[in-house]
Nanobody
Framework: QVQLVESGGGSVQAGGSLRLSCATS????????LGWFRQGPGKEREGVAS????????TLADSVKGRFIISHDDSKSTLYLQMNNLQPDDTGIYYC????????????????????WGQGTQVTVSS
């Protein structure tokens, strides 16, 4: 079974940075979608960033463009989310997710495109 485990969450002040990691195991697809989602208190889960394993440009939500960077390290089987200039609105539980075999070149941000999910890691940004 595919396992995804997030880490790197914590509490920071506005303007600070965090790097989230998602260690994966059992995910052997050479081409698949990998993404980060978040859910703030009282809000629906939303896509933050996604990338297509196998090449291509990442997709970022408008709210995080210019601040967040998604990447993956194949040798470590780890997905990353570098979050810079964090703001209180970024507060929430961040989940990493992996989809099945990717077909389209553009990685999606809708949760319906993902099948495997991690347990989440809390990110709290104080003003």
């Amino acid at each position: 079974q595919v396992q995804l485990v997030e880490s790197g969450g914590g509490s920071v002040q506005a303007g600070g940075s965090l790097r989230l990691s998602c260690a994966t195991s059992g995910y052997t697809l050479a081409s698949g979608y990998l993404g980060w989602f978040r859910q703030g208190p009282g809000k629906e889960r939303e896509g933050v960033a996604s990338i297509r394993r196998g090449g291509g440009s990442p997709t970022l939500a408008d709210s995080v463009k210019g601040r967040f960077i998604i990447s993956h390290d194949d040798s470590k089987s780890t997905l990353y989310l570098q979050m810079n200039n964090l703001q209180p609105d970024d507060t929430g539980i961040y989940y990493c997710a992996a989809g099945l075999l990717a077909i389209g070149l553009t990685p999606p941000l809708d949760e319906e495109s993902y099948y495997y999910w991690g347990q989440g890691t809390q990110v709290t940004v104080s003003s």
